[in-house]
């Protein structure tokens, strides 16, 4: 069975930092572009940020841009997010994705909830 599972969430404050981990199982993770979207309340999922299967190109949401990266370590089959200069308006669960890269993503984590306080 394919896994994804992410951890690294938790309460900061507002210019703080955090570092999101997905680690995937059951797939051949060097095959997928891997991505992290996020579902605040009341709000649509969103994208963040993803990552091509080589590692060799990125995608970050402009709200995101200079204060999250994005990477991953095929080796470990895990993807990660840092999370810099953390904003309220992060505050979100946060799901890890995989994509074999055609179309929609095929495999999401369980989620982990990132709250960012004032």
């Known amino acids: 069975q394919v896994r994804l599972v992410e951890s690294g969430g938790g309460l900061v404050q507002a210019g703080g930092s955090l570092r999101l981990s997905c680690a995937a199982s059951?797939?051949?993770?060097?095959?997928?572009?891997m991505g992290w979207f996020r579902q605040a309340p009341g709000k649509e999922r969103e994208p963040v940020a993803a990552?091509?299967?080589?590692?060799?190109?990125?995608y970050y949401r402009d709200s995101a841009k200079g204060r999250f990266t994005i990477s991953r370590d095929n080796a470990k089959n895990t993807v990660y997010l840092q999370m810099n200069t953390l904003k309220p308006e992060d505050t979100a669960v946060y799901y890890c994705?995989?994509?074999?890269?055609?179309?929609?993503?095929?495999?999401w984590g369980q989620g982990t909830q990132v709250t960012v306080s004032s």
């Open positions: 994705a995989a994509s074999l890269g055609y179309n929609e993503y095929d495999y």
């Open positions: 990552i091509r299967r080589t590692g060799d190109s990125t």
């Open positions: 059951g797939l051949t993770f060097s095959r997928y572009t």
